[in-house]
């Protein structure tokens, strides 16, 4: 007999699938509180129908009672049909209230992720991208210092010159060192800026503010 158990039996792994709808703590707060209120009235409305029980059970098994008996137990049957209405109303009230504020809740807006391993990365690399590009309105590209014999690659040293998106130097000897002894220099600083491109040359001893 032929083993055909890897035929009949298949696996297939599926990405968990993710929805995420937005709300506030005050909408949560509502659907918390209309639940319990809910429930609440539900167990009144319960205990008015045992109520409503025990007195037609009383009138149908109690002998020879009295018509002042029979007086009260209607009186008091009046009273559990009365509150059944009420709490009844009151319990589909704060039932279906909840419902509502939580079809608000979905209507407001949603992202759904599916194969979380992937899209909730790409998603996740996306936003902290948007968050550094907001950071970082200022972005060194290419600077050097230099001459018609030499030059200075003195990126690096701008890039940790800017604090909160601004840069304020003096293109001296000082940012990196001397590319030509006795001949002045000049350097160009190539940056983006809110993602324009701008390229700026100074002379040595000028002083550098970006923006």
């Not at 703590?25 to 209120?37: A, H, T, Y």
């Not at 009260?72 to 419902?99: E, Q, R, S």
């Not at 990126?155 to 940790?160: A, P, S, V, Y």
């Amino acid at each position: 007999m032929t083993d055909n158990s890897d035929k009949l039996i298949k696996s297939e792994i599926k990405g968990r699938k993710v929805t995420y709808y937005l709300t506030t703590e005050e909408d949560l707060l509502n659907v918390k509180s209309n639940s319990l209120l809910g429930n609440i009235f539900s167990v009144l409305a319960s205990l008015s129908i045992g109520g409503i029980i025990s007195v037609i059970l009383t009138k149908a098994t109690g002998i020879q009672l009295g018509q002042e008996t029979i007086n009260v137990l209607d009186i008091l049957m009046y009273v559990f049909i009365f509150g059944t209405v009420i709490f009844g109303c009151f319990t589909a009230f704060f039932h279906i209230k909840p419902f509502m504020t939580i079809n608000q809740i979905i209507g407001s807006g949603k992202v759904t992720l599916t194969s979380v391993s992937q899209e909730e990365t790409i998603d996740a690399e996306k936003a902290e991208k948007g968050i550094k590009q907001k950071e970082s309105r200022l972005e060194i590209l290419k600077a050097e210092y230099w001459t018609l014999k030499n030059r200075l690659d003195v990126t690096e040293e701008l890039r940790k010159m800017i604090i909160n998106n601004k840069l304020e130097a003096i293109a001296s000897n000082q940012i990196k060192g001397d590319p030509d002894h006795g001949t002045v220099k000049r350097l160009s600083i190539k940056y983006k800026l809110d993602g324009i491109t701008i390229t700026k040359e100074y002379k040595e001893r000028d002083k550098i503010i970006i923006p």
